[in-house]
């Protein structure tokens, strides 16, 4: 009677894995599938790039006009930020970072049911499952919503030079750039977490045969 609880044991130890495994696994799958990787992190750097540089852009503008109109020795009447616009604005750059960020991570996660069966096939758990595509997704996101914020604050800060001419460089408020980043790294990373999630944990409780008929 010991034997098979015995036997029972060691594959349930085999099937917990530790979470450095996950890690390793979910590393070796973004470089074997590398062109879709790469297509899914530029999705998400195209994403984070624009709404950091409307962020950013909406920010830089009204300080940079005034400090030029102070300059010239005019006088600034009434508010130069257009509070309505910049919400407008960054709601629709967040659908559009939602949209995009979403659509290529459900694309990523569904395209792989029948590895998800073949790896319940030699008993892994859901939870395993659950956690290594949610690792993947947030190594994609991070290292997507970095490049992106860097490209946006580079268009941010040549849009107002175009605009504004080489002096609008000295006037651009530096000061704030750390928070907006902090900001679009964590609704980046949110994002592309929350995307990958749905469609991870459906394939993780679907059936292994079941999930090896999918076609994508």
């Given at each position: 009677?010991?034997?098979?609880?015995?036997?029972?044991?060691?594959?349930?130890?085999?099937?917990?894995?530790?979470?450095?495994?996950?890690?390793?696994?979910?590393?070796?799958?973004?470089?074997?599938?590398?062109?879709?990787?790469?297509?899914?992190?530029?999705?998400?750097?195209?994403?984070?790039?624009?709404?950091?540089?409307?962020?950013?852009?909406?920010?830089?503008?009204?300080?940079?006009?005034?400090?030029?109109?102070?300059?010239?020795?005019?006088?600034?009447?009434?508010?130069?930020?257009?509070?309505?616009?910049?919400?407008?604005?960054?709601?629709?750059?967040?659908?559009?970072?939602?949209?995009?960020?979403?659509?290529?991570?459900?694309?990523?996660?569904?395209?792989?049911?029948?590895?998800?069966?073949t790896m319940k096939c030699?008993?892994?758990?859901?939870?395993?499952?659950?956690?290594?595509?949610?690792?993947?997704?947030?190594?994609?996101?991070?290292?997507?919503?970095?490049?992106?914020?860097?490209?946006?604050?580079?268009?941010?800060?040549?849009?107002?030079?175009?605009?504004?001419?080489?002096?609008?460089?000295?006037?651009?408020?530096?000061?704030?750039?750390?928070?907006?980043?902090?900001?679009?790294?964590?609704?980046?990373?949110?994002?592309?977490?929350?995307?990958?999630?749905?469609?991870?944990?459906?394939?993780?409780?679907?059936?292994?045969?079941?999930?090896?008929?999918?076609?994508?």
């Amino acid at each position: 009677m010991n034997l098979p609880v015995q036997a029972v044991g060691r594959v349930q130890r085999q099937t917990q894995l530790p979470l450095s495994k996950a890690v390793e696994i979910a590393l070796k799958s973004m470089r074997v599938r590398l062109g879709r990787s790469i297509l899914t992190l530029i999705t998400i750097v195209m994403a984070m790039a624009f709404l950091t540089q409307v962020w950013l852009g909406n920010r830089f503008g009204p300080v940079i006009h005034a400090a030029l109109l102070a300059r010239a020795h005019l006088t600034v009447h009434g508010p130069v930020a257009d509070d309505g616009r910049l919400v407008w604005l960054l709601s629709l750059s967040l659908l559009v970072c939602l949209v995009g960020i979403s659509n290529a991570m459900l694309m990523s996660v569904m395209e792989r049911f029948r590895e998800i069966g073949t790896m319940k096939c030699l008993g892994a758990l859901d939870s395993f499952i659950l956690k290594l595509f949610l690792l993947e997704s947030i190594f994609l996101g991070v290292a997507g919503t970095v490049c992106g914020i860097v490209l946006g604050v580079a268009l941010a800060a040549g849009m107002m030079v175009v605009r504004y001419s080489t002096a609008a460089w000295s006037l651009i408020p530096w000061g704030g750039v750390p928070w907006v980043c902090l900001a679009a790294l964590g609704i980046g990373t949110a994002i592309t977490a929350a995307a990958a999630m749905y469609p991870a944990w459906k394939a993780a409780r679907m059936e292994p045969i079941a999930a090896m008929r999918v076609e994508v």
